[in-house]
């Protein structure tokens, strides 16, 4: 223990002495560390708002699609664009099963919408009022529209809709058009909390009465089901159930899919891990090129402290003294540059967070990973300069000019 307090203080009191040096070779590990620290950290803040967004929708959310899904339990995005064998008598059926509390069926109805011939963007969902069980959200004006009103032509809009068409002016009891159709407005719902995922389709969605829309656009057909399901039946008798009830529906032909959160959250995660990881893993390189000149510095350094060395060895230091005491040198080196660079990443995760719509998580395994990595670099780049000190002879050490 003695022996490693006094490499650390010897190793402490040389890196001071040539603090600049000792700066110029830590800025590689800062950056380095700093840059993976904190794209982690944004990848990290993103997972968790996707999580959030989805478990939104509540754990006992399935959702039926078109089309069977891949091996990888994902829907093909292609069989979205036909016609749907999705149908009201999947819808009924559902709906009567043990274990699920209500089957809403959900239209897309492809178009803008228009205030005084003035465009706005969305996404006009044509469904039943239980879909505001399925996401319930406060409303900032009106309601929600009513069982009674299903063949009335009413809407309920999100905040972004609403804001583009109205502005600041009220918008319950006045219309907007979709696809050359007036509805009237009896609901604006609250906005969105900020969010990089997942809410710009909430916040951007208006919804109408489903049989209002087949009325006015002469049919339509059932784009998604979503199933609610109860929290104290087992869910995979609830699945196994409803997947039975389809098959019978649809003559024995899997031509649809059932999306649970699990598999949303998965898919979605294994992009963002990709993502993250090779992007981390890029910056990553700037830890070697950093480690690299680590290793030169300390070479300079065991070459500038030649005599020393052999003033050390000729009172008695043994060869694993000096290993000691340079390898101390480079993790100390490593390890400065990694908490520099952890709090500088620290700090800007504070700002991003403050300035945007990303929120970055540093996560404990984060600055484990850091320091250990850190570590790692100081230990593995700082071996060849110290068994090149504790090789040095001290008699030519010591004739060293």
């Keep these: 223990m003695g022996n490693f307090r006094e490499n650390l203080a010897s190793a402490l009191r040389a890196l001071r002495e040539s603090w600049v040096r000792s700066s110029l070779t830590m800025l590689g590990i800062i950056i380095g560390v700093g840059s993976v620290v904190l794209l982690v950290a944004i990848g990290q803040g993103v997972k968790q708002d996707v999580t959030t967004q989805i478990e939104s929708l509540g754990t006992n959310i399935i959702i039926v699609v078109p089309g069977k899904l891949d091996r990888s339990g994902q829907p093909n995005p292609m069989s979205t664009l036909g016609i749907s064998p999705l149908t009201e008598q ?7 099963l043990s274990g699920v509390r ?5 239209m897309f109805v492809f178009g803008s919408i228009e205030r005084n011939k003035q465009t706005a963007s969305a996404i006009v969902l044509a469904s039943t009022p239980q879909i505001f069980d399925v996401r319930p959200y406060p409303f900032e004006e009106g309601r929600f529209f009513r069982k009674d009103e299903e063949h009335k032509r009413v809407c309920v809009l999100a905040h972004d809709p609403k804001t583009e068409a109205f502005g600041d002016r009220k918008a319950v009891g006045k219309s907007i058009r979709v696809r050359g159709v007036d509805f009237e407005v009896v609901g604006v719902l609250a ?3 900020e969010s990089v995922f997942g809410a710009a389709m909430f916040s951007n969605s208006v919804y109408v009465p489903l049989e ?14 979503i199933i609610m399901t109860d929290y104290n039946r087992p869910p995979d008798r609830v699945i ?3 997947k039975g009830t389809l098959l019978i529906n649809h003559a024995s032909r899997e031509d649809f899919g059932l999306l649970t959160q699990e598999q949303i959250l998965s898919a979605i995660y294994r992009v963002f891990n990709i993502v993250t990881s090779l992007v981390a893993g890029i910056s990553a390189i700037s830890l070697v090129v950093a480690g690299i000149g680590i290793m030169n510095i300390m070479l300079v350094t065991v070459t500038e402290r030649t005599r020393e060395i052999g003033i050390r060895k000729t009172v008695g230091a043994r060869r694993a003294d000096i290993f000691l005491q340079f390898l101390t040198e480079a993790v100390i080196l490593a390890c400065l540059g990694g908490v520099i ?5 620290v700090i800007i995760c504070k700002i991003v967070a403050a300035n945007t719509a990303l929120k970055p998580l540093v996560t404990p395994a984060a600055v484990i990973m850091a320091f250990g990595v850190c570590g790692a670099v100081g230990i593995v780049f700082g071996l060849a300069p110290a068994m090149r000190a ?7 050490a010591l004739r060293w000019e």
């Design 390 to 396: 504790a090789r040095q002879d001290p008699i030519d």
């Design 240 to 242: 196994s159930a409803i």
């Design 90 to 96: 999947d819808v009924t059926d559902l709906g009567k």
């Design 341 to 345: 660079g952890t709090t500088l990443a």
């Design 191 to 193: 906005p969105e909390k």
């Design 102 to 106: 209500s089957a809403v069926p959900v």
């Design 212 to 225: 209002a829309a087949r009325d006015a656009y002469k049919g339509g057909q059932i784009n998604r089901i």
